[in-house]
């Protein structure tokens, strides 16, 4: 299956200049590194890629060092082998990468399937991070017809080999423009067009794929109770994908979960409005005490 080309397909890739690939755990990691302070891993969610953070990593830069690499199977990081795009599998991919890499980070920002991930990893002390920041988490799983019927179409979708190819073959811009306003985001032209070249990859189709078809959420409850560092929990208000009153349930179950909701903007918060974000995120670091 024909996967993006980093001197085509990310010829003008955001943050081009901060890109580098790293072998770790059996692949072949398309990692962007910028910034100097605290050590601050950033990790994007289903679909996505580095580029989803164009706009916010600048504002951090100036007082984090930011890790900011492409998930298994997304954008430009790349496997040999078979991938497990689970819970565990790509939380012990994400372990690999810090592993080799010597990156402890200080602060962790994760945006939606990325949030799960990194509270999976928190939970487990594969990292220790004085600051947990989700925006718009996907840390629970969708109820009743919803999240019996789902993971199955995934699965159905996943198991057949042309269902990447034919996601591609469908994604153009109309298209991906529609799926970003039902999740409640509006992006600019610039923005629209990105996610349309990742959505045209029939590998990174598979990859979005196939992670949601092997997600699994059930014990999720049980790793936020073991948060302990304080967690701030963002929200776009406008989100359609997870439905912003999730916010509060899953901060009753963290012991130092803040939450900031942000009125007007969608799944893309982080997109939407960088300034906000960023702003929110210097504020809690710096009540953390790990602020640049």
Partial sequence: MSELSFAREGA???????????????????????????????????????????GLAPLLAPDFRLLAPDLPGHGFTTSRRGLDLSLPGLS?????????????????????AG?????????????????????????????????????????ALQLNPFSGRLFAWSADRATVQKMLHGMGSKLDARGIDLYQRLMSNPAHC??????????????????????????????????????PAEAARVARMVERATVKILPGIGHLAHEEQPEAVAALIRAAAAEAGVSG
């Fill in 12 to 54: 003008d890739w955001p943050l081009r200049e901060a890109s580098r690939f790293v072998e770790a755990g059996g692949l072949k990691w398309h990692v962007q590194e910028l910034g100097q302070g605290p050590p601050t891993l950033l990790l994007h969610g289903t679909g996505g890629a580095t580029h989803s953070w164009r």
């Fill in 92 to 112: 012990r991919s994400v372990a690999a990468l810090v592993g080799k890499l010597a990156f402890a980070p200080r602060v962790v920002i994760g945006h939606s």
């Fill in 206 to 243: 598979a990859g979005a794929l196939g992670m949601m078809a092997n997600w699994g959420l059930k014990d999720m409850p049980r790793d936020l109770g073991r948060l302990k560092c304080p967690t701030l929990l963002i929200v776009g208000a406008n989100d359609h994908a997870v439905p």
């Fill in 115 to 155: 949030a799960a991930i990194l509270a999976h990893l928190i939970a487990r002390g594969a990292i220790a991070p004085d600051l947990f920041v989700a925006i718009n988490g996907a840390f629970l799983p969708f109820e009743g017809w919803a999240g019996r019927v789902f993971p199955l179409v995934a699965k």
